[in-house]
T-cell receptor, first 112, second 115 residues
Framework: SQQGEEDPQALSIQEGENATMNCSYK?????LQWYRQNSGRGLVHLIL?????REKHSGRLRVTLDTSKKSSSLLITASRAADTASYFC????????????FGEGTQLTVNP | SQTIHQWPATLVQPVGSPLSLECTVE??????LYWYRQAAGRGLQLLFY??????ISSEVPQNLSASRPQDRQFILSSKKLLLSDSGFYLC??????????????FGDGTRLSIL
């Protein structure tokens, strides 16, 4: 079965720097989503990119998708301490209906 | 606007005791509903999902069951808890999106500790 795998597992940067997280998956997808999770809370949806899209922006977030390499990246520009959280990619496979398969996540720490 | 409620926030239960976690959604009709479990520092494992009342699909064999007695109510249950059932349980809902996909909206989770 397909599985999103993020790297790095953990990332520590200074406020104002950019943060890049990567996600790889194994089988064909309909779309890929990125979520954020603050410690001890539920996940919050950030952005959805469809398989026929290559890049998408939302505020300080930029997501790319390369279906030939089965990979995606999430870029957070001008990071803030409040961006400290875990970030997960999730894939919606062509045979999985509305079910998502989540990766293990990247723990981002933004130091003030 | 749509909201999702999940309770309790924390629960400590002895091994062998029963479990009932409840999740309700407001402001939408016929949502897809999901139960996930998350181990510490890990990703989410889908346990059950439902596309309608009484329609439950189980993703992994386990000691748990789910029910959907009403359109916007999703219940996770166990008759006898095991130590391995400890974890962070998350309920989520989404609209039906077909191949276009839809974001999932999560509750704040229940942290379950088995003693």
């Amino acid at each position: 079965s397909q599985q999103g795998e993020e790297d790095p597992q953990a990332l520590s940067i200074q406020e104002g720097e950019n943060a890049t997280m990567n996600c790889s998956y194994k089988t064909s997808i309909n779309n890929l989503q990125w979520y954020r999770q603050n410690s001890g809370r539920g996940l919050v949806h950030l952005i959805l990119i469809r398989s026929n899209e290559r890049e998408k922006h939302s505020g300080r977030l930029r997501v790319t998708l390369d279906t030939s390499k089965k990979s995606s990246s999430l870029l957070i520009t001008a990071s803030r301490a409040a961006d400290t959280a875990s970030y997960f990619c999730a894939t919606d496979g062509r045979s999985s209906g509305s079910r998502l398969t989540f990766g293990e996540g990247t723990q981002l720490t933004v130091n003030p | 606007s749509q909201t999702i409620h999940q309770w309790p926030a924390t629960l400590v239960q002895p091994v062998g005791s029963p479990l009932s976690l409840e999740c309700t959604v407001e402001g939408t009709s016929n949502p897809n509903l999901y139960w996930y479990r998350q181990a510490a520092g890990r990703g989410l494992q889908l346990l059950f999902y439902s596309v309608g009342i009484g329609q439950i699909s189980s993703e992994v064999p386990q000691n748990l069951s789910a029910s959907r007695p009403q359109d916007r109510q999703f219940i996770l249950s166990s008759k006898k808890l095991l130590l391995s059932d400890s974890g962070f349980y998350l309920c989520a809902w989404s609209e039906w999106g077909g191949r276009l996909g839809q974001p999932q909206h999560f509750g704040d989770g229940t942290r379950l500790s088995i003693l």
